[in-house]
């Protein structure tokens, strides 16, 4: 264990893939993966973990929205840990609301022990295990200053604008831990992903919509409204001097990608701007190969880019 | 701003004269008539109610109509006739001919929260968009909004397997709103990573179409979810006066 390891007990988490991970998020997840084997992490999967129910099953019902996180917060219990990594900011979230929700509403609290005793699994009781995202996973068993000092091909030269959506940070009530000054996280004004990118030489640029919606909830039911959104993501990015937008959520970075072609297909508005996930952008600068983190597996093609700045 | 600003200035409201002299004063030109359209007498004195017993509005009767959601609103920035903040204001009134001018836009919310952060009411905004969104669907007034059909593709894929499959989603969808999976630009992000990236994009749609995901042990909970479903929706209709079908 390397002796600067900031929150030891890190070191080793559950990990909790969630859905988009596995299709068209797999990028993302391999490079979270590739990366945690580069900083010497472990990360356990869930067994028979399900899907959080992403922005769809909680118009349905909250409470069964609820209950799915419930019951993989539950196997992360049986599994005996006590913090889950979660790196898609919809599952992030919804693990971090089922915690809120079963600690402070008694209709949710009925319905998970009704649901998870008829399942026939253990009802999880709130307070057993943090959810924690990859950014808050690299950021406290890592730290920027271990980071840096394993870099060996700095991002040196890369213009990034760092992008957060909407689940990593709002709303703001499921995420207790945030705000609290000196080294917490903010949410109008996230910064975990800007530090770990400037620790591994890039140059963040001051994007003011790092906080922005991209449509995501609607990417295909109002395909007009997220063209709209994310196209002025993009452009202001642009505008900022951006070579490359830094994601760190499996639906708005296909979100970012799809819109960038449909704007241009659609509505006739290029943009180059690279689309690219943080731990892609952080394996490379640890040393690993393009293709190590899944960079041929992105819509955007950044492979020019990426080339031209010695990376990859 | 004044609460009615939108009333008052509706185009079909609007009168033009291109001579008209009245009292020795020209008032030639366009103006508005809403002087003439004042009264309202049509409330529907249970709307707040039912609004606020589907889930997502149990909120609503907190709102103090400051604005402050309309003013943080996604689509409001891109549609201004999306105005969360007056319509929560009419259903608390219990206006619901005038929110049902609104009928075919309020599905658009985009659940970013942007509202729920910003209110000083914990209201949830947010949720009480969805409620409405669901209320009008219910109540017959408008036909199912393709985030509904999505949501519901999307929801059953889980209840029934535990996990869900984008490809198999995105297909579901496209077919159940009647979309060709052929438009071009879904073409042109298709080919241009299959250009760059042949054998694995095609072996990966392939394998997630012959084996499904699925979570082991699910069916338990499969069913315990279906029978939930049952009971909030019995639930739903009943706080709406509905009949065990419901106006579909
Ligand atoms: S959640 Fe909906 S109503 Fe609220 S700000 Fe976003 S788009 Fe507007
Ligand atoms: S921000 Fe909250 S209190 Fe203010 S108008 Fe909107 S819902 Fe009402």
């Given at each position: 264990?390397?002796?600067?390891?900031?929150?030891?007990?890190?070191?080793?988490?559950?990990?909790?893939?969630?859905?988009?991970?596995?299709?068209?998020?797999?990028?993302?997840?391999?490079?979270?993966?590739?990366?945690?084997?580069?900083?010497?992490?472990?990360?356990?999967?869930?067994?028979?973990?399900?899907?959080?129910?992403?922005?769809?099953?909680?118009?349905?019902?909250?409470?069964?929205?609820?209950?799915?996180?419930?019951?993989?917060?539950s196997i992360a219990e049986d599994m005996g840990f006590d913090t889950v990594m979660a790196p898609c900011n919809g599952c992030y979230h919804n693990l971090k609301k089922a915690e809120y929700d079963l600690a402070n509403d008694e209709g949710s609290k009925e319905v998970n022990a009704r649901l998870s005793g008829k399942a026939g699994h253990a009802t999880y009781a709130p307070g057993k295990v943090e959810t924690i995202?990859?950014?808050?996973?690299?950021?406290?068993?890592?730290?920027?200053?271990?980071?840096?000092?394993?870099?060996?091909?700095?991002?040196?030269?890369?213009?990034?604008?760092?992008?957060?959506?909407?689940?990593?940070?709002?709303?703001?009530?499921?995420?207790?831990?945030?705000?609290?000054?000196?080294?917490?996280?903010?949410?109008?004004?996230?910064?975990?992903?800007?530090?770990?990118?400037?620790?591994?030489?890039?140059?963040?640029?001051?994007?003011?919509?790092?906080?922005?919606?991209?449509?995501?909830?609607?990417?295909?039911?109002?395909?007009?409204?997220?063209?709209?959104?994310?196209?002025?993501?993009?452009?202001?990015?642009?505008?900022?001097?951006?070579?490359?937008?830094?994601?760190?959520?499996?639906?708005?970075?296909?979100?970012?990608?799809?819109?960038?072609?449909?704007?241009?297909?659609?509505?006739?508005?290029?943009?180059?701007?690279?689309?690219?996930?943080?731990?892609?952008?952080?394996?490379?600068?640890?040393?690993?190969?393009?293709?190590?983190?899944?960079?041929?597996?992105?819509?955007?093609?950044?492979?020019?880019?990426?080339?031209?700045?010695?990376?990859? | 701003?004044?609460?009615?600003?939108?009333?008052?200035?509706?185009?079909?409201?609007?009168?033009?004269?291109?001579?008209?002299?009245?009292?020795?004063?020209?008032?030639?030109?366009?103006?508005?008539?809403?002087?003439?359209?004042r009264a309202v007498t049509d409330y529907n004195e249970n709307l707040q109610e039912e609004i606020s017993a589907l889930a997502g509005g149990e909120n609503i009767h907190r709102c103090w109509q400051c604005g402050s959601c309309t003013n943080a609103c996604t689509v409001n920035a891109i549609n201004p006739d999306f105005n969360p903040r007056y319509w929560i204001y009419l259903i608390r009134m219990g206006m619901e001919?005038?929110?049902?001018?609104?009928?075919?836009?309020?599905?658009?919310?985009?659940?970013?929260?942007?509202?729920?952060?910003?209110?000083?009411?914990?209201?949830?905004?947010?949720?009480?968009?969805?409620?409405?969104?669901?209320?009008?669907?219910?109540?017959?007034?408008?036909?199912?909004?393709?985030?509904?059909?999505?949501?519901?593709?999307?929801?059953?894929?889980?209840?029934?397997?535990?996990?869900?499959?984008?490809?198999?989603?995105?297909?579901?969808?496209?077919?159940?709103?009647?979309?060709?999976?052929?438009?071009?630009?879904?073409?042109?992000?298709?080919?241009?990573?299959?250009?760059?990236?042949?054998?694995?994009?095609?072996?990966?749609?392939?394998?997630?179409?012959?084996?499904?995901?699925?979570?082991?042990?699910?069916?338990?909970?499969?069913?315990?979810?279906?029978?939930?479903?049952?009971?909030?929706?019995?639930?739903?209709?009943?706080?709406?006066?509905?009949?065990?079908?419901?106006?579909?």
């Open positions: 264990m390397p002796k600067d390891l900031k929150d030891p007990s890190l070191k080793k988490v559950a990990y909790y893939p969630g859905c988009a991970l596995e299709g068209t998020g797999h990028a993302y997840n391999k490079s979270t993966k590739a990366v945690g084997k580069e900083l010497g992490l472990d990360l356990v999967e869930l067994k028979n973990w399900n899907c959080c129910g992403a922005m769809e099953v909680k118009n349905i019902d909250p409470n069964i929205q609820t209950y799915l996180s419930a019951r993989n917060l995202h990859s950014l808050d996973w690299i950021k406290r068993a890592i730290g920027e200053e271990e980071l840096s000092k394993r870099v060996k091909n700095s991002l040196k030269g890369l213009k990034i604008a760092n992008y957060y959506g909407c689940m990593y940070s709002r709303p703001r009530h499921i995420f207790p831990e945030k705000d609290k000054g000196e080294g917490s996280e903010s949410t109008s004004k996230p910064h975990f992903m800007d530090d770990l990118l400037a620790a591994a030489g890039a140059e963040n640029v001051d994007y003011p919509l790092k906080t922005a919606c991209c449509g995501g909830a609607h990417t295909l039911s109002d395909s007009d409204t997220s063209t709209k959104l994310v196209l002025n993501l993009l452009t202001t990015a642009e505008a900022c001097g951006a070579d490359v937008i830094a994601t760190e959520c499996p639906t708005c970075h296909t979100g970012l990608e799809m819109h960038q072609i449909r704007a241009e297909k659609v509505l006739g508005r290029k943009t180059n701007v690279k689309i690219l996930y943080f731990t892609q952008l952080l394996g490379m600068a640890l040393g690993l190969s393009a293709g190590k983190v899944g960079v041929n597996e992105n819509f955007s093609d950044s492979r020019a880019l990426l080339k031209e700045k010695g990376l990859g | 701003m004044p609460i009615h600003e939108k009333t008052l200035i509706r185009p079909e409201n609007l009168v033009t004269h291109e001579h008209l002299e009245i009292d020795g004063v020209d008032v030639s030109g366009h103006w508005s008539t809403f002087i003439e359209s001919e005038e929110l049902l001018r609104d009928k075919d836009i309020i599905w658009q919310c985009v659940s970013c929260n942007k509202c729920t952060y910003a209110c000083p009411r914990d209201v949830v905004p947010e949720g009480v968009m969805k409620a409405t969104a669901h209320w009008l669907e219910l109540k017959g007034h408008t036909p199912e909004s393709p985030s509904t059909i999505f949501d519901d593709g999307f929801s059953q894929q889980v209840f029934d397997t535990g996990k869900i499959e984008d490809s198999r989603v995105m297909r579901g969808f496209f077919k159940g709103t009647g979309q060709s999976l052929t438009q071009p630009w879904l073409v042109a992000m298709v080919t241009g990573l299959i250009k760059r990236f042949p054998l694995f994009y095609l072996i990966r749609m392939g394998w997630q179409t012959v084996f499904r995901p699925k979570t082991r042990g699910w069916g338990r909970a499969s069913r315990a979810i279906h029978e939930y479903v049952e009971e909030v929706e019995a639930a739903n209709r009943a706080a709406l006066g509905l009949d065990a079908k419901g106006a579909k």
